[in-house]
């Protein structure tokens, strides 16, 4: 982490993570790269309760001058310098958000989909393809059409279409189960 950055004291940084010159880490926030890698670049303001989380085959790479608001959930997403992700905000892994890009409240970018240079995605509309087509939260035909040619569970979960909930979360118990001989650091 540089030393120009600044975390709160409640924030939670897990593992390898990267914090550029002049970022903030605000109060409550996780960035947890315990599955891959979280970079966040310079100039970066990550706000109060925001989840960041990097994937194994997905780091969340967040470019310079990016604002990530309250609430939002930003998961194994590469995120262009100078965009701005809104409160409660959701990016899925394999994500892209290119550069000058906005992602407003409650809007949602799909699994392995990308958000055009420039682009805006409306309040609570979903993106789901590559390029990514932009629907109201009200058009899930249309939406599933696009998202079930995506791979979700294999993106998310490293699973197969066939895989049925027990298999997935066993696999994810085991791999958060590493948690449990966890033990704080002492400052």
């Known amino acids: 982490m540089s030393e120009h950055a600044w975390v709160a ?15 903030r880490i605000l109060h409550g926030a996780i960035l ?10 310079e100039n970066v303001v990550v706000m109060e309760n925001a989840v960041v989380k990097g994937r194994a085959k997905y780091p969340t790479i967040v ?7 309250p609430h939002a959930h930003v998961n194994g997403t590469v995120i262009g310098r100078e965009s701005f992700i809104a409160t409660g905000a959701s990016t899925f892994p394999g994500s892209i958000v290119e550069a000058g890009s ?5 809007a949602v970018l799909q699994v392995d989909s990308r ?3 420039g682009s805006v995605l409306p309040i609570g509309w979903v993106a789901v393809g590559d390029p990514a087509s932009m629907f109201p939260a009200n058009s899930h035909d249309e939406i599933w059409a696009i998202q079930q040619t995506l791979d979700f569970p294999g993106t998310v979960y490293d699973a197969s279409h066939g895989d049925g909930m027990q298999d997935i979360m066993q696999s994810q118990s085991s791999f958060y189960g590493e948690h449990a001989s966890d033990s704080v650091v002492p400052e």
């Not at 947890?32 to 890698?37: F, K, L, P, R, V």
């Not at 470019?63 to 608001?69: A, E, F, P, Q, Y």
């Open 9 to 23: 004291p409640t924030a939670v940084l897990v593992g390898n993570v990267v914090v550029g010159a002049g970022s």
């Open 32 to 41: 947890t790269a315990e599955d891959g890698q979280v970079s966040i670049g």
């Open 63 to 69: 470019g310079d001058s990016v604002l990530i608001g």
């Open 102 to 106: 906005e992602v407003r409240i409650n």
């Open 115 to 117: 958000l055009a240079a």
